[in-house]
């Protein structure tokens, strides 16, 4: 029998002969017989593995004449390559936006309206009380009313005032306007109480979701986080996503605090979402621990990522066999695989870099190669493992069969 998992040298070594006596008569030379065992079962697919071998993860690239992934050698060129891997930033998409301008009434907004007039017994004032030495009021305020999806207010005897798109003081000379010849030298003052459309909409992981209005002066991001209460996540976890008009961009919170550049100022509708990712990378393999290893970062590099995971078993691990394992988008797999059929306009590309220990600048080169959120770094184990491993099986199996052999032996 043949076939993935099972080969003619795992027969040979499987049916060395201990039910038919032959392992009997050979077993005084059993000694010199353990290395030929131990070398062939080293080459059956059936041995217990973490996963494929330095060669197998290059052979496998390709089969049955189909590419799956590409194999990239880490080299310096390689590394100016991901370097263009940047990271969004608020800076480079929102940052020359500056502050809001002076704040527009806008649909939705509640608007309140006081009118005074100069002498008594006029539109909006009392008439004057006989025999009373008070004039009456002079002054008349108009109840918090929405601006109207036509972006127009009700004033009374002025009727419909346009106020959508505009500012408190020209929505008040246009009632002035409307008003004069019917009130007694009228002035007016227009209040937005609750700005709806001059706001910034927080959620996510903030003390408390909110809409928070926008100030004349101009509100930055960490303003508008700070007035929904600050974040509930530690900052190493948190990412910034702010989200204007048909594009969202995503960063680190850290990247915020440390760069006063990408502490943008906040425009009006925008939905600014905190969002708690804590970074991780996956090791895997030889490696010292096979775990779900955080960065407690913003960003590491793949020779701070390998002391993470406890680093190279050294009774186990090939280091020409260091493997980093991502999807990579369309613009860095074309400068490094140009011809490749994998890549897609628009889709990512499946790309295993390879990292040789063994060669000393591969040590200086791991320290620039940038690792991000969810890549597998695998080490696989070194050709020598599979023999011990072989010898192992060999011992276990044969040591009841050499034991009989003894006691045959020493009975006759």
């Not at 017994?121 to 999806?149: C, E, H, N, R």
């Not at 036509?150 to 002035?176: F, N």
């Not at 990579?328 to 695989?337: D, M, N, S, V």
């Amino acid at each position: 029998m043949t076939g993935r998992g099972w080969s003619p040298q795992c027969a040979m070594v499987s049916g060395v002969g201990i039910g038919d006596g032959t392992f009997m008569r050979k077993v005084s030379g059993w000694p010199l017989l353990l290395p030929a065992v131990a070398l062939s079962l080293s080459g059956c697919e059936s041995l217990p593995q973490v996963g494929p071998n330095a060669q197998e993860v290059v052979s496998q690239s390709v089969e049955q004449n189909t590419q799956r992934y590409e194999v990239v050698d880490i080299d310096n060129a390689v590394l100016d390559v991901v370097r263009l891997r940047a990271q969004d930033t608020l800076y480079t998409s929102f940052g020359h936006s500056g502050p809001a301008r002076s704040p527009l009434v806008g649909v939705g907004d509640f608007v309140a309206v006081n009118i005074w007039e100069a002498g008594a017994g006029g539109l909006f004032s009392a008439p004057v009380v006989a025999g009373s030495f008070t004039t009456g009021s002079k002054t008349a305020t108009i109840p918090d009313q929405v601006v109207k999806p036509s972006g127009t207010i009700s004033i009374p005897y002025a009727g419909e005032v346009q106020a959508a798109g505009r500012t408190t003081e020209a929505i008040q000379d246009e009632i002035v306007k409307a008003l004069t010849g019917k009130a007694i030298q009228p002035q007016v003052l227009v209040t937005v109480t609750k700005p709806v459309s001059s706001t910034v909409t927080v959620t996510g992981e903030v003390v408390q979701g909110a809409r928070v209005p926008l100030t004349a002066k101009g509100d930055r991001l960490l303003d508008v986080i700070a007035t929904a209460g600050g974040v509930r996540a530690p900052v190493n976890e948190t990412f910034i996503q702010l989200s204007r008009g048909n594009r969202t961009v995503r960063v680190s919170m850290e990247r915020v605090v440390s760069d006063p550049r990408e502490n943008v100022f906040m425009q009006p509708g925008d939905v600014l979402t905190v969002v708690r990712d804590p970074q991780v990378f996956l090791a895997y393999g030889a490696t010292g621990a096979n775990a779900e290893v955080p960065f407690n970062s913003s960003g590491i590099t793949l020779a701070t990522a390998l002391v993470k995971a406890g680093g190279l078993q050294d009774n186990r691990s090939d280091p020409s066999g260091v493997f980093v394992i991502r999807y990579e988008p369309e613009f860095i797999a074309r400068k490094l695989r140009p011809g490749s059929p994998l890549v897609v306009p628009g889709g990512l590309t499946p790309v295993v870099y390879r990292l040789n220990l063994r060669d000393t600048n591969s040590l200086f080169v791991a320290q620039h190669f940038p690792i991000f959120n969810r890549d597998v770094i695998y080490v696989t184990n070194a050709p020598i493992t599979d023999v011990q491993k072989a010898m192992q099986i060999f011992v276990l199996v044969s040591s009841p069969a050499t034991t009989g052999a003894s006691l045959y032996t020493s009975m006759k």
